[in-house]
């Protein structure tokens, strides 16, 4: 049994995706680590996703080849590991990557480790199976690493206890001195990022383009709150350009709507054709909150087509939605995508194809490898309106032709979907969904992010303790402190618009186990995995941001956020206790702590809350009168909701005889109201 591929009763599709490899791969765990001890073998670590281009590449050309699959065999331990899964794992491993080259990983990630202690001694990204443009090819590799670890493993660990050393070095939060306020960490973070923001395109630096969610969430707070002692015209001025840019270019699927990972230009024109749940979950948000601010229809529509992809392509049986949607098909990397002239003739009627013709670029030069098109919005609505033909006429017209190439679209071979159900993505979807049909006035969208909340609180945080990851009726993995923190949030936000008592229980259980299992008692550093935890090379920080928002920075919004509502001190003190702890990351590198950054301007400058009781009709129409208002978090709570050792604040609320509202600055709660007048007079910048 030793000697096979372990992978085909994995949770994981991108596990189950090398299943057939002539590769013995195990999964990660206490028996993978065990015969590697005992055989006193090198593990051969390899992380990647199921939506990964070059995970695939580098499967078809080295873990499908029998020859290198024996080189792996008769050398290494093989374990596979789906980042998506294991974010804890991957962390350690591309920080060791860093340690060890001197720059960035990527995915697939390569790493060899030593089996008595899993510490790293060699790490790379992508091989090819042939040495080729300065690269080492794989099996030349292999038989390098089974060389030296053969004859010089002594030299190895002396070098790999250099790089626990520096990892468990990472793993300590930076001294304070220094750092100043939190105003002052904002104002050099909007410096920086005015230095490295592209003025012809919108977003920040060159190419690869990504959107940057946490950094936009932050200008997206900065530019929008009254009183803000930070400057708002830069950070405005930058988050409508590349909001603009990515709804308008190649990162947008301006047919079946949502957005795609990455571009690998610096105009936002040719994407990274995956698509994941975690960046259309963000970027839902943020356009929401631009629509609703700017009044801007067509970021309204920009949230329409990601709200409908989420429903269409995404969404999972009982509740929740899938992890992602591959790059590739078996035609290629984006064919899926791609369109010619001549099949959208033969599509469309005249008037339909000239319209899509001149709208997305298809009357212009090839845009992808010099054969085919991605679409891209190259002229606006008015450009295209011809006489005889109204703006919305012409509209009309093009959302008709959009669906009839949408249809035909789907006739084709369809990317892959990795359809686990992960807490932390779900817990941003659900979020956004919620506060966008709150925004725009979607109850259905609302609803469909209760039925999420529901099915991730069953399936993932109904037993003790909590898990991560769920497919086809099993869960794995202990749940991370982003999958905490993000459900805490999606939590607060549902019951902005119906007080459950489920959810505000969950809430409270997630803020409890946050405080108990992720902070350290002695320190204030909040880590991504809990104390309950298999001990790992290290214990991760959760102070930094990557493509999704830092579990730390998520914890301390939501910790706030619960604090407020419930009237608690301690929570709001185990939040600023987090902020001071992370102050020194966040000053040295305020761009990577953005969400922390956003979460220490909330604490120093809440936002209004208002807690509504009494007569359910009324008291409902207060709460649609308030709930679109900026900086204001309204809560509408039933006398008859049951709630289990209820806080004395909300106690307060649910006992009153008569429509009343409380509005509390912080911890300091005004005399109640009893009508919506004066409850306005009550509010800042009521009118």
Not at 541 to 566: I, K, M, N, Q, Y
Request: with cysteine; glycine share 8%; net charge negative.
């Amino acid at each position: 049994m030793e000697n096979s591929n372990r992978l085909k009763g994995a949770l994981s599709p991108y596990l189950q995706q090398h299943a057939d490899n002539p590769v013995h791969w195990m999964e990660w765990g206490p028996e993978a680590l065990r015969i590697a001890q005992r055989q006193q073998r090198p593990i051969l670590l390899s992380v990647g996703y199921s939506a990964c281009h070059w995970c695939h590449v580098m499967a078809h050309e080295s873990f499908e080849n029998s020859r290198i699959a024996e080189l792996m065999n008769s050398g290494f331990v093989n374990i596979k590991v789906d980042r998506e899964e294991r974010p804890d794992l991957d962390r350690i491993y591309q920080s060791a990557h860093q340690l060890l080259t001197g720059r960035g990983g990527g995915w697939p990630l390569t790493v060899f480790l030593d089996p008595d202690t899993q510490a790293p001694f060699f790490a790379g990204t992508y091989f090819p199976p042939e040495g080729r443009q300065g690269m080492t090819g794989f099996p030349d590799l292999l038989e390098r690493i089974h060389e030296i670890w053969s004859t010089r493993r002594d030299e190895l660990r002396e070098q790999h206890l250099q790089v626990q050393q520096a990892l468990k070095a990472i793993s300590q939060p930076r001294p304070a001195d220094g750092a100043g306020s939190v105003q002052l960490m904002a104002e050099d973070l909007i410096g920086r990022l005015v230095a490295r923001f592209d003025r012809d395109h919108g977003g920040f630096g060159t190419a690869p383009k990504f959107p940057q969610a946490p950094v936009l969430a932050l200008l997206a707070d900065i530019s929008s709150s009254a009183g803000n002692p930070v400057d708002d015209e830069q950070a405005s001025q930058m988050l409508g350009d590349t909001l603009e840019a990515m709804a308008r270019f190649g990162l947008r699927d301006h047919l079946g709507g949502g957005f795609f990972r990455y571009c690998v230009d610096a105009a936002w024109e040719i994407p990274h054709f995956e698509k994941m749940l975690s960046d259309n979950a963000l970027l839902l948000g943020l356009y929401a909150d631009a629509a609703r601010r700017w009044s801007h229809p067509g970021f309204e529509r920009v949230c329409q087509d990601i709200a409908g992809w989420l429903q269409a392509e995404m969404a999972l049986d009982g509740g929740g939605f899938s992890a992602s949607l591959d790059a590739d098909t078996t035609d290629g990397e984006g064919a899926y995508y791609l369109w010619k002239p001549q099949a959208v003739k033969q599509l469309l009627d005249s008037v339909q194809a000239e319209l899509i013709s001149n709208r997305y670029g298809l009357d212009g030069p090839p845009n992808f490898e010099e054969h085919s098109w991605h679409l891209v919005a190259a002229r606006g609505i008015d450009e295209l309106t011809r006489p005889g033909m109204d703006r919305e006429r012409t509209r009309r017209q093009l959302d008709l032709a959009r669906a009839n190439l949408l249809a035909a679209r789907k006739e084709r071979t369809a990317p892959s979907r990795d359809d686990k159900l992960m807490a932390s993505w779900n817990g941003l979807a659900i979020e956004s969904l919620a506060r966008s049909g709150r925004l725009l006035n979607r109850p259905d969208w609302v609803e469909l992010a209760s039925q999420s909340l529901n099915a991730v609180a069953v399936r993932l945080f109904g037993e003790e303790p909590p898990r991560s990851i769920w497919r086809d009726g099993r869960n794995a993995q202990l749940a991370t402190l982003e999958d905490h923190a993000s459900v805490l949030l999606a939590c607060l936000e549902l019951m902005r618009w119906r007080f459950e008592s489920r959810w505000f229980n969950l809430a409270r259980r997630l803020a409890r186990r946050i405080e108990r299992q992720f902070v350290d008692e002695d320190t204030g550093a909040a880590y991504l995995t809990a104390l309950e935890h298999e001990p790992l090379v290290t214990r991760p920080l959760a102070f930094a941001d990557e493509a999704t928002p830092s579990g730390a920075g998520l914890a301390v919004l939501g910790l706030l956020r619960l604090g407020h509502l419930c009237g608690y001190p301690a929570m709001l003190k185990l939040a600023d206790r987090i902020l001071k702890t992370a102050a020194g990351d966040m000053a040295s590198s305020p761009v990577a702590h953005a969400t922390l950054i956003r979460a220490g301007l909330e604490a120093a400058l809440p936002p209004i809350q208002v807690l509504i009781g009494g007569s359910a009709e009324q008291a409902r129409n207060w709460q649609q009168a308030l709930g679109t208002r900026h900086a204001l978090i309204v809560f509408r709570i039933d006398p008859d909701i049951e709630l289990e050792e209820p806080p004395e604040l909300i106690k307060t609320i649910q006992t009153v005889a008569r429509t009343t509202a409380i509005v509390c600055d912080g911890l300091r709660c005004l005399a109640p109201a009893y009508s919506l007048d004066e409850l306005n007079e009550r509010l800042p910048g009521s009118p």
